[in-house]
């Protein structure tokens, strides 16, 4: 161990046994809870030769450090501009404390040199009382367009004062990462190699990981229950949300496989449901919208709805609070839908005229984040006509934000990534977790956009504050007098309320 300490230098050369395009995800303990699963995987490539003596050197909080052996696999493929070979690294981390922080390096058997370091937090998979945040997007590539995006996200992924618990891509990665011999793939992984080795990346396919049965996507990632499933569909537990992923490409390819993805959905969400007291919030996320409003750059706002019918029915039935998806290059927030038509929730805020709060909504909403900025979809196109579900559309680079802040309370904010300002948000407040009978509203006939000016707060308990007060305000609506205290303060709570947003 001292020897290993005396060697611990911090280099970058991607040659023989040096290690680059480093990144983790969470590993089968999210999903089985069982202590002999990994907790935290890591996955880097050496682009010369196998290196099997390359290994994970993880710090311990009592000063020790472990070695963790990592697997490695030569991947070999063929494209249009040339052969590609690289070796894939996998090493599995178990027992260690969830929300603690830990530095890994890796060993360089040739150079004999430890390569980071690299700093992650395992967030605690059982329900507990700390805030949750993530960050969400799909079609992403690391061009000039992309880079913007990617520099905002490495500020807020690193700052450990507001810690991510989790980075979720959404398919459409690099665009595409078999592209000049695979070169394009390697570079997109370097590029986010300061956000995926510290920060949990869970990802899924898009339509452009679909080359060769997915191959190059499956050599790079490997997420939960990937033996059985190859990444079309897996689940996972993070404090109090359930987080589902499914494919809906091979579907899309090969209609007749749309029933194994229900299957396994239904199971997946029968068992979460039964689950709600413990973690009430359910987050199904995939490549393709179900409910978008664009008819000219994609068909899928046409057909999705009725092509994955069946899911759509899956998400309702087992009432998920969120559904998002990316493939079509804007942001869209659409209200709670079933079945074409705007369903109805309540809004304490009466004062609200963006539609920024929705209680206890009688159907999922669906959220597109499509547009973190990829060179063949600028930002800044003109706005289109929307759909009469659709509450806010956006055509600005942008990610999304999720905070979770307790079991009734959800915050989503899609975040310009030109300047770190807030585009939209929504609080997603609920009260129960099932839906109540005869709630079918069509109230809303075109989009309002709206203007949103805030002030960023440092915590969220102000938030909580000027709620509740509206929350009670509106309870004496049958009672005049009452009726003006209420207009008042919600006038107040319009002027004054903020939201915690990492910036």
């Not at 230098?9 to 990994?38: E, K, M, P, R």
């Not at 390359?54 to 063929?78: E, F, H």
């Not at 899924?204 to 990632?221: K, L």
Request: some cysteine; aromatic content about 12%.
């Amino acid at each position: 161990e001292a020897l290993i300490a005396s060697l611990l230098l911090f280099t970058v050369a991607v040659n023989g046994c040096s290690n680059h395009q480093v990144h983790i995800a969470l590993g089968d303990y999210y999903h089985t809870f069982n202590s002999a699963d990994s907790i935290i995987n890591v996955f880097f490539h050496t682009n010369k030769n196998l290196c099997p003596d390359n290994y994970v050197l993880l710090y311990l909080d009592d000063g020790t450090q472990r070695k963790i052996p990592a697997t490695a696999t030569q991947y070999q493929a063929s494209y249009s501009k040339g052969d590609y070979q690289t070796f894939v690294h996998s090493a599995q981390i178990t027992d260690i404390k969830f929300d603690a922080q830990y530095k890994y390096a890796i060993y360089n058997s040739e150079k004999k040199t430890l390569e980071g370091p690299f700093m992650f937090r395992a967030p605690n998979p059982q329900p507990s009382a700390r805030q949750r945040n993530f960050i969400l997007y799909g079609d992403l590539d690391s061009s000039e367009d992309g880079t913007q995006s990617i520099e905002y996200i490495k500020k807020i992924a690193n700052d450990h004062s507001k810690p991510i618990d989790a980075i979720f891509h959404i398919g459409d990665l690099a665009y595409d990462l078999e592209k000049k011999a695979g070169k394009r793939g390697d570079d997109f992984m370097e590029a986010i190699q300061d956000i995926a080795a510290n920060v949990p990346y869970m990802v899924t396919m898009g339509n452009h990981e679909t080359m060769n049965n997915f191959s190059n996507f499956n050599m790079r990632f490997q997420m939960p229950n990937f033996k059985s499933s190859q990444n079309h569909f897996y689940s996972v537990n993070i404090d109090n949300v359930h987080f589902v992923s499914i494919d809906l490409e091979l579907p899309v390819l090969q209609p007749e496989l749309l029933v194994n993805v229900a299957n396994w959905l239904e199971k997946d969400l029968k068992e979460a449901n039964a689950n709600r007291a413990q973690r009430p919030w359910i987050i199904v996320y995939s490549h393709r919208p179900i409910y978008c409003s664009d008819m000219t750059e994609r068909d899928d706002c046409a057909q999705n709805s009725v092509r994955f019918s069946s899911i759509e029915d899956l998400l309702y039935k087992y009432a998920v609070d969120l559904y998002f998806s990316g493939h079509v290059h804007v942001y869209e927030r659409n209200f709670p839908v079933h079945k074409g038509q705007v369903m109805t929730y309540t809004n304490p805020m009466l004062s609200d005229v963006g539609n920024h709060y929705i209680q206890d909504p009688q159907a999922p909403m669906y959220i597109v984040e499509g547009i973190p900025g990829h060179d063949d979809y600028p930002a800044g196109k003109p706005l289109y006509a929307v759909k009469n579900f659709c509450a806010k559309l956006d055509r600005d680079y942008s990610i999304g934000m999720i905070s979770v802040q307790n079991n009734t309370h959800l915050l989503w904010q899609m975040i310009h990534t030109s300047d770190g300002s807030v585009g939209d948000y929504v609080y997603l407040i609920k009260t129960q977790n099932a839906y109540s009978p005869n709630t079918f509203s069509s109230f809303l006939e075109e989009d309002e956009e709206v203007i949103v000016s805030m002030s960023v707060s440092e915590s969220s308990s102000e938030s909580y504050k000027f709620y509740l007060i509206g929350l009670s305000v509106v309870c004496l609506l049958a009672v005049a007098y009452f009726s003006l205290i209420k207009r008042s303060r919600n006038l107040e709570i319009n002027t004054e309320l903020s939201m915690e947003i990492a910036n």
